[in-house]
């Protein structure tokens, strides 16, 4: 059984910052890539960044140079550092970790609940 949970969300000011943690957690399992995504009222859930177990990271343009995402292989968490935060990445923050069957060999996508980020101006 996987386990995905985001902490972190909160209310901040424009101009400030949070940190997202995603713990994913499965015996059996190895997790590959992680992401967080986002979803704002009205709005399709789009994909924030993310990163594979090498370090490897992409992120979407309209948070690049200020979100920073990392991970802790050891304890598979991974981590959203959001800067210079704005009004428009006010929503819903959801963790999707790629979890791979050891014994097979298999990959499943697994969400978090997600972590709500309001943003006020």
């Known amino acids: 059984q996987v386990q995905v949970v985001e902490s972190g969300g909160g209310l901040v000011q424009s101009g400030g910052s949070l940190r997202l943690s995603c713990v994913a957690s499965?015996?059996?399992?190895?997790?590959?890539?992680m992401g967080w995504y986002r979803q704002a009222p009205g709005k399709e859930r789009e994909s924030v960044a993310l990163?594979?177990?090498?370090?490897?990271?992409n992120y979407a343009d309209s948070v690049k140079g200020r979100f920073t995402i990392s991970r802790d292989n050891a304890k598979n968490t991974g981590y959203l550092q959001m800067n210079s935060l704005k009004p428009e990445d006010t929503g819903v923050y959801y963790c999707?970790?790629?979890?791979?069957?050891?014994?097979?060999?298999?990959?499943?996508?697994?969400w978090g609940q997600g972590t709500q980020v309001t943003v006020s101006s």
């Open positions: 999707k970790a790629r979890g791979r069957r050891l014994a097979s060999g298999l990959e499943f996508d697994y």
């Open positions: 499965g015996s059996m399992f190895s997790f590959n890539i």
């Open positions: 990163i594979t177990s090498g370090g490897s990271t």
